[in-house]
């Protein structure tokens, strides 16, 4: 069975940052896509940023790349995000996502494995 077990999310002031890290187990995500996504209150859910072809390739939203990065563990089959100069649109539920192929787009319908979610607070 497929679990994702995100951590990380807090409240930190603008500019502040924080790691969100999500922790797979039952799953080789090494070899498949990984993603994470929000969910802004009053908003739809939007993707943020991916990590594919064994970690060999990322995309992100245009409004966080620069600021945000993703990356892999393969030791600790764990796929973080980095969040730097975070701003009070940043906010949101974040919610880690895996797929069952190398290469996945930027929807939620090609993520079929998800976590419970971490809650991020932005201050200005």
């Known amino acids: 069975q497929v679990q994702l077990l995100e951590s990380g999310g807090g409240s930190v002031q603008a500019g502040g940052s924080l790691r969100l890290s999500c922790a797979a187990s039952?799953?080789?995500?090494?070899?498949?896509?990984m993603a994470w996504f929000r969910h802004p209150p009053g908003k739809e859910r939007e993707a943020v940023a991916g990590i594919y072809s064994a970690g060999s390739k990322t995309w992100y939203h245009n409004s966080v790349r620069g600021r945000f990065t993703i990356s892999q563990d393969d030791s600790k089959n764990t796929v973080y995000l980095q969040m730097n100069s975070l701003k009070p649109e940043d906010a949101a539920m974040y919610y880690c996502a895996a797929g069952t192929r190398m290469i996945c787009a930027a929807v939620a319908s090609e993520y079929p494995y998800w976590g419970q979610g971490t809650q991020v607070t932005v201050s200005s």
């Open positions: 039952g799953y080789d995500y090494s070899r498949n896509c």
